[in-house]
């Protein structure tokens, strides 16, 4: 029996059609990667075409290796000799090889974000351009968005016309291609772009990769941009083997500019191309795939597909609701433990999530289960940048004694203490005996430092303050005051692209959320800044990532596409988190659709089981939330579904309501209409989605509900005067109900209106 033989008929089609363009249009779990792989080995083995002509593309590193490895089970000999690699190192390694030819240096460097902000900072300045209006990183976004539609500072300038804003930036773009190339550097995009204006203009290297590379695939076509498109019609234009595989449904990268068009217009891109259609699903169960089937269902502008499966209905999804957070964190961790009892391994299970920030509460929760995880496609909470930036901030200021904490603040932001100078104060401290903290406190003792030590006076005199002001303010206070005080936010913009600061926004967001969960539930003793650290470092410090490969896997549903898992878990699912909260506020259909394909993405991860949970309240900024359902569970049917949960959840009785729109919402100011419906997604991740007014509450407080002394036995009730041990003195506003203690919303003095739940906030009547 051959490899072949376990193919159905339209994956053999795809396998064996190997001359000419060719289209597979396949949902989920269909077998499109494995016809790529088995495509590979088929070339290779039984048309005897070399492995050095054989290219194949994938979207991240991750989907690249994965291919390379199955690639190697099926392919016997000279599978090395296949080019496995994602579009930016393919582009790379021709770049090296050639760019001499477009009068750039073969050693040419690649610049990271902070590289490229410096240059458009010193094109602004140069270019005697406001600013303040003229944001770094939305002139990066711009360029970006440019270059992924291979649109050169002259093309945008042309579309500009009189736009003042756009000319600005097309202004910018050139000046910083001209910097760029003065350095003999490339950005990130221009990876692809200059492999494209390389083989347009130098027809021998142009002919020479043609010839290299007669068999083409590309994996997950759906989420190519422009650039990439392209490029790999440019490079397939001679023999015109390529065999594109994608589903319209998965595009998920519309925000990194992929353009489903490519995948719509492939055949009239490609006259004569063979279409096929994968229909079986190989992956899930039929209630998991009805699931997905009809999520999916409620996006319009779709080529319509419905996946069948022949591996039985399986469980029915599962879907609970619960309280909060940290409830629904309890509960997969429980689940988990239990599958595991059952005979499952850990690694059987993912847990997905719509934001990185999630991650907090679940591993808390797992750490304190003994599961054994591994963050995939990103860092433990407590090991990322900005959590551990204010948890040193936080142990300086609490002893000092952390040198290594110490050490990593000084000069964050920067304060221009450079390295030279911390190791004079370490050795100043080594020769006494005493840590660097302490030495810092002497520096003016330090001769060795000269004039260095007036350097290190603000950041001294600002740690002693932060001190004095422990006693007096609540932790969650001292935080959000140093961060302001530090402008910790601003200095973030400072480098990273737009994703990545919304990511650590949100991250330092979920780690206010832990501060202030942390002081509610301090039961009879005061919080202290101490008492918090520690709680942290049990979390923080216990090393659950298991060497072995028996883990459970959390990851984003983003970093899941392509992948598969037998358990699969995804959490969160509330409107305002996932969809999320920018993309109904935004009313943009488009940018809604992303989301529900995102959600099609993560349910299709799950071969044998689905857990879908929500929580009803959610703490965002350090504030209670209550949310909706997701309006995506609303969209599976009841008969695929065990709901369970504390409250009782009938999605028929539950209307959905649009969440109010934020009051302020962060967009880039000089944004043309046309600009700024471009990268929507941009603003929409950039501007950190902060709402101003809740999400989709539940009910309203109402003050006349509930009796509450014949309930609870509150001691106070709606109008009366009560003292909160941080909040200081409120006025009760309303009281309801909750499934698990009474929401109690209370009009401080001096903080204005919380939402407290009567138990963990302790009110006092008075
Ligand atoms: N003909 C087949 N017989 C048995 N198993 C198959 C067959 N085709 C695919 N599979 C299995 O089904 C699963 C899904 O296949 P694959 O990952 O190739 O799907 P895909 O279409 O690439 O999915 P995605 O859209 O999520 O990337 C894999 O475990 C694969 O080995
Ligand atoms: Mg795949």
């Given at each position: 029996m051959s490899i072949y033989d376990t193919l159905n008929e339209q994956q053999k089609q795809g396998v064996f059609t190997t001359e000419g363009p060719v289209l597979i249009l396949a949902g989920a779990g269909s077998g499109k990667t494995r016809v790529l792989t088995h495509r590979i080995a088929y070339l290779i083995e039984e048309q005897g075409v070399n492995p050095w002509n054989i290219l194949a593309i994938t979207f991240t590193n991750k989907a690249a290796s994965e291919m390379r490895e199955r690639v190697d089970k099926v392919?016997?000999?000279?599978?090395?000799?296949?080019?496995?690699?994602t579009f930016h190192s393919m582009c790379v390694r021709i770049l090296r090889r050639y760019i001499d030819r477009i009068g750039y240096d073969t050693n040419f460097t690649i610049y990271d974000s902070d590289d490229q902000k410096s240059i458009v900072r010193e094109a602004i300045k140069k270019l005697n351009i406001d600013s303040k209006t003229f944001k770094e990183r939305a002139v990066l976004s711009a360029i970006s968005a440019a270059k992924d539609n291979l649109e050169s500072p002259q093309d945008m300038r042309e579309a500009a016309g009189s736009d003042y804003n756009l000319s600005t930036i097309a202004r910018i773009y050139d000046e910083y291609q001209r910097v760029l190339k003065i350095n003999n550097a490339l950005d990130f995009d221009d990876l692809i772009v200059k492999t494209v204006e390389l083989f347009l203009t130098d027809d021998d290297v142009l002919e020479y990769y043609q010839d290299r590379f007669r068999y083409i695939m590309v994996d997950e076509y759906q989420d190519t941009n422009t650039a990439q498109f392209r490029l790999v019609s440019i490079l397939a234009g001679k023999y015109k083997n390529l065999c594109v595989v994608g589903d319209d449904d998965q595009s998920i990268y519309k925000f990194r500019g992929a353009n489903i068009h490519n995948i719509l217009n492939f055949e009239d891109a490609f006259p004569g191309a063979t279409v096929i259609k994968l229909e079986q699903n190989y992956r899930s169960t039929q209630n998991i795939l009805n699931a997905a089937n009809n999520v999916i269902a409620n996006n319009i502008g779709r080529k319509q597909k419905t996946l069948w499966t022949d591996n039985g209905d399986g469980e029915k999804v599962h879907f609970t609701t619960y309280d909060d957070a940290y409830a629904e964190s309890y509960g997969v961790a429980s689940t988990i433990s239990a599958k595991v009892t059952d005979g499952w391994n850990y690694n059987d299970c993912a847990i997905l999530y719509r934001t990185n920030a999630q991650s907090r509460a679940l591993e808390e929760k797992l750490v304190q289960s003994n599961i054994p995880y591994k963050i995939y496609g990103g860092v433990n909470f407590y090991q990322r940048k900005e959590i551990k930036d204010i948890l040193a901030y936080l142990k300086t200021i609490d002893n000092g004694k952390d040198s290594q904490a110490v050490k990593r603040i000084i000069n964050v932001p920067k304060r221009g203490i450079g390295a030279t100078t911390i190791n004079k104060v370490q050795e100043y401290a080594d020769e006494r005996g005493i840590s660097f903290f302490d030495a810092l406190m002497r520096a003016d003792e330090i001769t060795t430092l000269g004039r260095s030590a007036s350097k290190l006076k603000p950041f001294i005199t600002y740690i002693c303050a932060l001190r004095a002001k422990v006693q007096s303010l609540s932790l969650e206070q001292l935080v959000e005051d140093m961060l302001e005080e530090i402008r910790y936010r601003e200095y973030l913009l400072d480098g990273d692209t737009p994703e990545e600061v919304a990511a650590r926004e949100e991250n330092i967001d979920e780690l206010i959320n832990k501060i202030v969960t942390y002081e509610e539930e301090c039961e009879d003793d005061k919080p202290t800044l101490s008492g918090f650290l520690e709680e942290v470092a049990l979390v923080a410090d216990i090393d659950n990532l298991d060497e072995n490969s028996n883990h459970v896997m959390l990851m984003t549903i983003h970093s899941a596409k392509g992948l598969e898992f037998p358990i699969v878990f995804m959490t969160g699912m509330e409107d305002g988190l996932f969809p999320s909260y920018m993309s109904i506020v935004s009313e943009d259909r488009d940018a809604l659709e992303e989301e529900r394909r995102l959600c099609y993405v993560g349910i299709t991860r799950a071969k044998k089981e689905l857990y879908l949970s929500s929580a009803r309240i959610r703490m965002v900024r350090g504030e209670t939330q209550y949310n909706k359902v997701s309006r995506f569970i609303k969209e599976i049917p009841d008969e695929l579904m065990a709901v369970s949960g504390e409250t009782s959840f009938d999605k028929r009785k539950e209307k959905a309501e649009e969440p109010k729109p934020a009051h302020s919402r962060r967009a880039?100011?000089?944004?043309s209409t046309a600009y700024s419906s471009a990268m929507g997604s941009y603003i929409s991740n950039a501007s950190n989605a902060k709402p101003n007014t809740k999400v989709g509450f539940g009910r309203e407080f109402s003050s006349?509900?509930?009796?509450l002394e014949k309930k609870k036995g509150l001691s106070y009730g709606v109008g009366d005067r009560v003292l909160h041990a941080r909040f200081g003195m409120g006025t009760v506003a309303g009281i309801v109900e909750g499934a698990r203690d009474y929401e109690v919303s209370v009009d401080f003095d001096e903080f204005g209106r919380k939402k407290l739940l009567a138990g963990f906030a302790k009110l006092k009547k008075s």
């Open positions: 392919v016997s000999m000279g599978a090395e000799h296949v080019w496995v690699s880039a100011s000089f944004m006349d509900i509930f009796d």
